[in-house]
């Protein structure tokens, strides 16, 4: 059901984004009646998908049937992307998200076990949010909190606070799945990479029946890169992206990194994160 090239597309930065994506989306799909109804567009989050709504309003003259618009980054996510998820088997169920508060509380428990005496609760509270956005991170980009060891392993300078810090955050995280497991519950970041690989599963075997456009969406996190490498390889779905560089020579872009370590020195040249292009590549 995949293409053979992927269909990646990018608007120009001097453009307006979310009303270049509208006509060109109405230029395609919208001389049938029905025809953008059909579709599905994938975007970031519900403020891009306010902002592209909104752009279809403007170009709408007599009235438009939208395309259904999912943030991929909704906590709903399988409510807002419906019947692509559906049915799902009984082997392919996903656990429901732990209530935020909840988190919160049994983080900070973890805390203050393996800080005994040494904060109150207040503190604890404190490090229990710095612990879950540590968390959410590390799920997103699917790194197993185990690696923390291992960056302090690879960093024999550091000093001795940092390293007792990393081997205290890699002991609280591996505990919490076993907090998780005890009430049939999983993080809200590890629910949606689950979703969305049943989303991009899904439609590698079997396409949607009208098109899917993916617009918009710039991070690399594994499961969002995943799904967009699927749309992308539909027959009738494109990926595009907001002002990708084509015209940027190519040592700029290899300059950009992410670089392989030399193999004298084993370290790394510095990638340049900063940079608007850095991300757009990572992803590609």
Do not use: C
Request: glycine share 6%; no cysteine.
């Amino acid at each position: 059901m995949s293409s053979s090239h992927p269909a990646v597309y990018t608007i120009p930065a001097h453009r307006a984004f979310a009303d270049a994506l509208a006509a060109g989306l109405i230029a395609r799909y919208g001389a049938e009646k029905t025809g953008l109804a059909r579709g599905i567009l994938l975007v970031p989050n519900n403020r891009a998908a306010r902002a592209i709504s909104d752009a279809f309003v403007r170009r709408s003259e007599g009235g438009l049937l939208l395309p259904r618009l999912i943030p991929v980054g909704d906590p709903e996510l399988d409510e807002r992307i419906g019947g692509a998820l559906e049915p799902i088997a009984a082997d392919e169920a996903i656990p429901p998200a732990i209530e935020p508060v909840e988190r919160l509380m049994l983080l900070a428990r973890l805390v203050q076990q393996h800080m005994p005496g040494e904060i109150d609760a207040a503190e604890a509270l404190r490090l229990g949010a710095d612990l879950a956005r540590t968390l959410d991170q590390l799920l997103i980009e699917q790194v197993e909190p185990a690696r923390l060891r291992e960056f302090a392993a690879d960093l024999p300078d550091l000093s001795l606070h940092w390293q007792k810090s990393l081997d205290r955050l890699a002991v609280i995280l591996s505990d919490w799945p076993a907090l998780l497991k005890e009430r049939g519950v999983i993080d809200l970041a590890e629910r949606r990479n689950l979703l969305l690989a049943s989303v991009a599963n899904r439609w590698s075997g079997k396409a949607p029946p009208g098109f899917v456009v993916a617009a918009g969406v710039t991070t690399s996190a594994p499961a969002v890169a995943r799904l967009l490498r699927t749309v992308a390889r539909l027959p009738d779905g494109m990926v595009v992206l907001p002002g990708l560089d084509l015209g940027m020579p190519d040592d700029e872009w290899d300059a950009l990194g992410p670089h392989d370590p030399d193999p004298v020195s084993l370290r790394r040249r510095p990638s340049i994160e900063t940079h608007p292009q850095f991300h757009l590549k990572l992803l590609l």
